[in-house]
């Protein structure tokens, strides 16, 4: 970097991270994300980003994991100076104890950035996330769902949720003082009395509820202008961002937004799928049904290493006869909700890396211009098989945020078109839509 950067981040999965990228690249902030702690020649290529990011995995990880990762991390982002750095979480808040807790690393923030509180935001309207009196609801296909009567994620295979309220929660996997600011804080000056009260007492963590616009922009007003008594890290989901980006642009810190290239269409793309989620079933079955070859793969296989060679030798060959007769190969471990799948959810880095090492066969085999990974914990383990090292904005699907098309940038010097899909992520059309160029 040339200077410093508006804000800096690491995501704790990968297609968190690159929801973060879509927010704020497609609204004036220029940002580049790293796949790890890139070096000097590499921050060099990206100089104009004004943000920057580290694409992680420790949602899937444990907190021994955290203890001896994170802290490098977060002091290499501190090491940029820029008055946020955000970790950033999933937007349905997906944490338990011991798979991917946000409290010990939020513990491991406070101590590396020596700050004494940190705000929390995870309520996102621009992605049907609403955190209202601290309690998460969430959109669903036509319906608000409370976060515990969620229809996915109630039944999350690595992590259920089964509490709606985000400190009670939290509180299973940290004893740091938390508190609320709610909707009775219905003044920017009512908070900051509150907010300064907190501060100078024991709390370590204050959730901020963004639930509509006024609240969103309230919540930007006070992670800008209370940026100095807070200090920079801050927790959340791309709401952080979101609410950020108001208060950026009233100080004119944002550039014009450009206008993506048009996508094109091609004959041939290649999808990855670990999700066990039901929308990307029926994002599976709407491209099946409109020209793509499904190639089931064997979880259990891959999860286990049990017959593991035999599976995926026997899911490339379907793949490539696919591809030779023209048509998209959708390899995927599940479709819906699967027992196996959650039997053996600790072995999801197997799974993705498996997955990964497909798609670089096929992509560089057939020389494929575009791919798709879908699953979090998938698209975490997946692109580390890819040879990437950074990502940039392609093109934003404003009906479909959250999963926006990259240019993934290769240690070899190319590029290619890749999107990273959660599971919940996307409409029916998603797959379809994305080898078509009518994603938009």
């Known amino acids: 970097m040339t200077g410093r950067p508006l804000l800096s981040y690491y995501g704790d999965d990968f297609t968190g991270s690159t929801d973060v990228m879509e927010a704020l690249s497609s609204n004036g902030v220029p940002t580049v994300l790293y796949t790890g702690i890139p070096d000097a020649a590499r921050t060099a290529r990206f100089a104009d980003c004004r943000a920057v990011g580290i694409a992680g995995t420790s949602r899937s990880q444990t907190p021994e994991w955290m203890d001896t990762h994170l802290p490098a991390i977060f002091g290499w982002l501190e090491g940029l100076g820029a008055d946020h750095c955000h970790y950033k979480v999933c937007s349905t808040f997906d944490s338990a104890p011991r798979h991917g807790s946000i409290g010990r690393a939020i513990e491991i923030g406070l101590a590396v950035f020596d700050q004494q509180m940190t705000a929390l935001v995870v309520g996102a309207p ?47 996997q940290t004893e740091l003082p938390t508190a609320l600011l709610g909707p009775q804080m219905d003044s920017t000056e009512h908070a900051v009395e509150a907010l300064r009260r907190l501060r100078d007492g024991e709390t370590r963590c204050v959730l901020l509820d963004v639930y509509d616009t006024p609240s969103q922009q309230r919540t930007g007003k006070l992670l800008y202008n209370e940026r100095e008594h807070f200090g920079p890290f801050v927790v959340g989901s791309s709401g952080v961002e979101y609410a950020l980006l108001h208060a950026w642009r009233k ?87 699967d027992s196996v799948a959650r039997s053996i959810a600790s072995s999801h880095d197997r ?28 698209s975490s383990h997946a692109l580390a098989e890819l040879d990437v090292f950074a990502l940039t904005l392609r093109h934003p699907i404003p009906d479909s945020p959250g999963s926006p098309l990259c240019t993934a940038h290769r240690n070899d010097g190319s590029t290619l078109e890749l999107a990273l899909k959660g599971g919940q992520i996307g409409g029916d059309d998603y797959f379809v839509g994305l080898r078509d160029g009518t994603l938009g």
């Open 351 to 378: 799974v993705g890396r498996a997955l990964g090492r497909l798609l670089q066969t096929l992509t560089d085999r057939y020389g494929l211009p575009r791919v798709v990974i879908a699953g979090g914990d998938t």
């Open 126 to 172: 621009q992605l049907r996330r609403y955190s209202f009196f601290g309690n998460l609801f969430v959109g669903y296909r036509d319906c608000v769902y409370r976060l515990d009567r969620h229809p996915v994620m109630r039944d999350h295979p690595a992590t259920p949720m089964g509490e709606a309220d985000l400190l009670r929660h939290l509180g299973q």
């Open 251 to 337: 100080a004119g810190q944002t550039l014009p937004a450009q206008a993506s290239p048009p996508l094109e269409k091609f004959d041939r793309i290649a999808v990855v799928s670990g999700s066990c989620s039901p929308t990307t079933a029926r994002q599976i079955d709407a491209a099946c049904a409109n020209g793509f070859a499904g190639v089931p793969v064997d979880f259990r296989a891959l999860a286990t290493g049990q017959g593991a060679d035999a599976a995926l030798a026997e899911a490339r060959d379907q793949a490539c006869a696919a591809l030779e007769c023209g048509r998209s190969p959708l390899l995927y471990t599940a479709r819906g909700p």
